[in-house]
């Protein structure tokens, strides 16, 4: 098995056959990245309840109308195929939307519509763009996928306990005071925590370059990627 088999890429591939596991592997490639779509959707300006349901309508058609069918992944990233499916997505419900409205049936409502009260967009929590809304919930589905993976790997090591005191100086640089508080609590000379969460620390970048291997085909996507990640999370991944 190459490790291409293993690619978010091959699983859309695969899925062209049209079997059952195929199927089910796509599925949970879609549940992985829900929030980023849903992120972006929201910064699109629909309120939350529409957001959620334009967010499973896509995932719907994504498997159902076999998006994936006409997926490339020469053409580039994971990332940017799944954006690029999620617009048109968007651009289609949006004039489905008008259409119902002329004809007095359903219509998405977004912000920009008139929606009043606790779902304002001034009410959500900064300005960033639907691109960069998507990029951040991406680089921390990922990062998330990878911190599980690292507890996982503890758990099994018979030192999740150890792993969870240090959990918190993974994606953050360690203040002084925390970490002597931390060692004094394990009952651990400073030095001595310190080389464990740098092992920690390195460990979760492995994995989170493994993580970002799935979403592309060669090495130049890989780097590009990490440094994109890198900059969308800043210190969170060293």
């Keep these: 098995m190459t490790r291409f088999d293993t690619t978010h890429w091959s699983i859309v591939l695969c899925a062209r056959d049209g079997s059952s596991q195929a199927r089910t592997a796509l599925e949970a490639l879609c549940r992985t990245y829900r929030p980023p779509v849903l992120a972006y959707i929201r910064r ?6 529409t957001a959620e349901d334009l967010a499973q309508t896509f995932f719907g058609h994504f498997i159902e109308q076999a998006y994936h069918a006409n997926a490339d992944p020469a053409r580039g990233r994971f990332r940017a195929f799944l954006l690029t499916a999620l617009k048109r ?7 489905q939307a008008h259409a119902l409205k002329r004809g007095g049936g359903f219509q998405f409502k977004s912000f ?3 929606t009043t009260g606790g ?4 009410n959500l929590a900064d300005t960033e763009t639907p691109e960069r ?3 951040r919930s991406w680089a921390v589905t990922l990062l998330e996928a990878a911190m599980s993976r690292l ?4 758990m099994n090591a018979g030192k999740q306990q150890l792993f969870e005191r240090l959990s918190q100086f993974l994606t953050e640089r360690p203040d002084e005071a925390d970490y002597t508080r931390v060692a004094a609590a394990l009952n651990l000379r400073r030095n001595t925590l310190a080389v464990a969460v740098h092992r920690l620390r390195h460990r979760l970048r492995e994995l989170i370059r493994d993580e970002l291997a799935q979403t592309t085909i060669d090495r130049a996507d890989l780097e590009s990627e990490i440094r994109d990640m890198r900059a969308t999370l800043g210190t969170a991944i060293g």
């Design 112 to 114: 920009d519509q008139g």
């Design 89 to 95: 997505f968007l651009i289609d419900a949006d004039i």
């Design 151 to 154: 507890r996982e790997e503890a």
């Design 133 to 135: 809304a998507f990029e």
């Design 44 to 49: 699109r300006g629909y309120s939350a309840e």
């Design 119 to 122: 779902n304002s967009l001034e």
